[in-house]
């Protein structure tokens, strides 16, 4: 399982400006203070917006969903910008197909981002072909990443037919909340230093296995194998 956001692609302008547009359409309040997004989901985060911005709503009404139809939209408008705007992590590409060539693997992704969204993100760059993303963990679930990552990996036994162990499911992710989670949820972390947490913080959380990036395939391969696989990854 792959994380996205910092992990394979990095489009923080197009989704900053896609979550300012969607939180004025629901609150009818600009977005001026940010929140921390690295392993959160967008249901937390947009929690976390109405905090830090001091934002009351109706407590008889239940704003997610307006969220989340806003947010698609406003992303979808954006879609053009994704590739101007953003870039694919370097090595991404071919560390996802590094991975796809291991006996009895299954790659698919846990993330914060609605499904919608994780989608564009990916295809923006030609990275969806690597994927089964109809087993995938998405932030529309509304559910926490560590739930996400244990949903993943029974559809994944569901879709295929088989079990994937505890030991054998990865989660590769530059996020010091994803190694946490990944924990949490019986899946093997991998983390990659390609986002804001360095490498004591990640081995910390409880990464033992940590990759510069992935430019290198092959150390991100030895990093799966020394985690512990002896079987399938998804």
Same mark, same amino acid.
């Given at each position: 399982?792959?994380?996205?956001?910092?992990?394979?692609?990095?489009?923080?302008?197009?989704?900053?400006?896609?979550?300012?547009?969607?939180?004025?359409?629901?609150?009818?309040?600009?977005?001026?203070?940010?929140?921390?997004?690295?392993?959160?989901?967008?249901?937390?985060?947009?929690?976390?917006?109405?905090?830090?911005?001091?934002?009351?709503?109706?407590?008889?009404?239940?704003?997610?969903?307006?969220?989340?139809?806003?947010?698609?939209?406003?992303?979808?408008?954006?879609?053009? *910008?994704?590739?101007?705007? =953003?870039?694919? &992590?370097?090595? @991404?590409? #071919?560390? /996802? !197909? +590094?991975? $796809?060539?291991?006996?009895?693997?299954? *790659?698919?992704?846990?993330? =914060?981002?609605? &499904?919608?969204? @994780?989608? #564009?993100? /990916? !295809? +923006?760059? $030609?990275?969806?072909?690597?994927?089964?993303?109809?087993?995938?963990?998405?932030?529309?679930?509304?559910?926490?990443? #560590?739930? /996400?990552?244990?949903?993943?990996?029974?559809?994944?036994?569901?879709?295929?037919?088989?079990?994937?162990?505890?030991?054998?499911?990865?989660?590769?992710?530059?996020?010091?909340?994803?190694?946490?989670?990944?924990?949490?949820?019986?899946?093997?972390?991998?983390?990659?230093?390609?986002?804001?947490?360095?490498?004591?913080?990640?081995?910390?959380?409880?990464?033992?296995?940590?990759?510069?990036?992935?430019?290198?395939?092959?150390?991100?391969?030895?990093?799966?194998?020394?985690?512990?696989?002896?079987?399938?990854?998804?």
């Amino acid at each position: 399982m792959w994380n996205i956001d910092l992990t394979l692609v990095d489009v923080a302008r197009v989704t900053r400006a896609a979550y300012a547009e969607a939180f004025e359409k629901v609150t009818g309040q600009p977005l001026v203070y940010l929140a921390t997004t690295a392993g959160r989901t967008d249901s937390e985060i947009f929690f976390e917006f109405l905090a830090r911005n001091d934002v009351d709503l109706d407590s008889d009404d239940d704003p997610l969903p307006d969220f989340a139809e806003a947010l698609s939209d406003a992303f979808a408008r954006r879609r053009d *910008q994704l590739a101007a705007q =953003g870039r694919a &992590m370097p090595g @991404a590409e #071919a560390a /996802l !197909a +590094a991975v $796809g060539r291991m006996d009895d693997t299954v *790659q698919s992704v846990v993330t =914060g981002s609605i &499904m919608s969204n @994780a989608v #564009a993100k /990916l !295809a +923006a760059f $030609g990275l969806d072909g690597h994927l089964d993303l109809s087993i995938g963990g998405f932030g529309s679930e509304h559910y926490p990443k #560590a739930s /996400l990552i244990q949903f993943t990996r029974m559809r994944a036994e569901q879709a295929y037919g088989r079990r994937f162990p505890e030991q054998a499911t990865f989660y590769i992710t530059e996020s010091v909340r994803d190694v946490e989670a990944a924990r949490i949820g019986h899946a093997v972390p991998i983390a990659v230093v390609s986002g804001s947490a360095t490498e004591a913080q990640l081995r910390a959380a409880g990464a033992e296995q940590v990759v510069r990036d992935l430019t290198d395939p092959q150390a991100l391969l030895a990093a799966i194998r020394s985690g512990g696989a002896d079987g399938a990854a998804s």
